[in-house]
């Protein structure tokens, strides 16, 4: 079974200061990963995934994430926080092959951007 | 191309009563999922459909949960009868057969008082 892990429920960050949400993951086979976020009153947006290849991944809205197996981690960045970044945001695994396709959420992190 | 759309966006019941929730995925996906978050926890994985088939119902708490997709189209929800702990956001997801991202809808708010 997989589990994912988010570390800190909260995040606070400045306007144009780095962004950085941290998941773990445990899997048993190589994972899918993904991003998803949340913003107020809205449905989960996928932001970016990992399933193969490239180990550092780009998504929308200048955001980044970096497959590093050694350290099951697969880290949320963006260089400069902008106000409408505050939202929840949700990482997720998924094994890969045949089989499930159910997703494995971690708790959310909630972000928030101080002016 | 619209995207999830689920019905309900929020619905208040007492409990006992019964409540379907309705999603209709993105057209021609094949895959549909249930998900629910209570409040405070994660979001959990519910089912998957394939089609009309149920693919994976081990995330269906117990029996009280029904959930059907006639026609591989649209899918409903129904809980039967409500209780307080059944309170939380219910997403649905649709995906192609060829690609890996669940695209979500809005949710549900269910309260059960």
């Known amino acids: 079974a997989q589990s994912v892990t988010q570390l800190g429920s909260h995040v606070s960050v400045s306007e144009g200061a780095l962004v950085l949400l941290r998941c773990n993951y445990s899997?048993?086979?190589?994972?899918?990963l993904f991003w998803y976020v949340q913003y107020p009153n809205q449905g989960l947006q996928l932001l970016l995934k990992y399933t193969t290849g490239a180990t550092l991944v780009k998504g929308i809205n200048g955001f980044e994430a970096e497959f590093k197996k050694s350290e099951t981690s697969f880290h949320l960045t963006k260089p400069s926080a902008h106000m409408s970044d505050a939202a929840e945001y949700f990482c997720?695994?998924?094994?890969?092959?045949?089989?499930?396709?159910?997703?494995?959420f971690g708790k959310g992190t909630k972000l928030s951007v101080i002016p | 191309e619209a995207g999830v759309t689920q019905f309900p966006s929020h619905s208040v019941i007492e409990k006992g009563q019964t409540v379907t929730l309705r999603c209709d995925p993105i057209s021609g996906h094949d895959n549909l999922y249930w998900y629910r978050r209570v409040m405070g926890k994660e979001i959990k994985f519910l089912l998957h459909f394939v089609k009309e088939s149920k693919q994976d119902e081990s995330g269906m708490p117990n029996n009280r949960f029904l959930a059907e997709r006639t026609g591989g189209t649209y899918s409903t929800l129904k809980v039967q009868p409500a209780e307080l702990e059944d309170s939380g956001v219910y997403f649905c997801a649709s995906s192609s057969m060829t690609v890996y991202e669940q695209y979500f809808g809005p949710g549900t708010r269910l309260t059960v008082t």
């Open positions: 899997s048993s086979v190589p994972p899918y």
């Open positions: 997720a695994v998924r094994v890969s092959g045949a089989g499930s396709y159910q997703l494995t």
